[in-house]
């Protein structure tokens, strides 16, 4: 069975940093394309980041130079999704998740929601003013 399981999310005050983790499971996810999403209350959920299997990041415009997303190399065990987020604002609160995705064609993958195949539950980052 996949799962994927964030975690690192949390109350940080602006300007600060915290560092998501997504622990996948269930397959070989090495040949998979992850990328993080997240969704702040009464928006639709957005793209903040993704890492295609051969390790090229992608990056929206709002996080591009404060977000760093990074893979792990070797067996599936290993193969954890990291997402660096550095001088953070109140806007980027929202529930962050990570995802997977198999076969997404160029179309989709990393931006739209709908190349991704497998979703973890999420984990809440907060950020004070």
């Known amino acids: 069975q996949v799962q994927l399981v964030e975690s690192g999310g949390g109350l940080v005050q602006a300007g600060g940093s915290l560092r998501l983790s997504c622990e996948p499971s269930g397959r070989t996810f090495t040949t998979f394309g992850m990328g993080w999403f997240r969704q702040a209350p009464g928006k639709q959920r957005e793209f903040v980041a993704a890492i295609s299997w051969d390790g090229r990041p992608y990056y929206a415009d709002s996080v591009k130079g404060r977000f760093t997303i990074s893979r792990g190399n070797g067996d599936n065990a290993k193969n954890t999704v990291w997402l660096q987020m550095d001088t953070l604002n109140p806007d980027d609160s929202a529930v962050y998740y990570c995802?997977?995705?198999?076969?997404?064609?160029?179309?989709?993958?990393?931006?739209?929601?709908?190349?991704?195949?497998?979703w973890g539950q999420g984990t809440q980052v907060t950020v004070s003013s």
């Open positions: 995802a997977a995705a198999q076969y997404a064609p160029s179309t989709l993958f990393p931006h739209s929601d709908r190349g991704y195949d497998w």
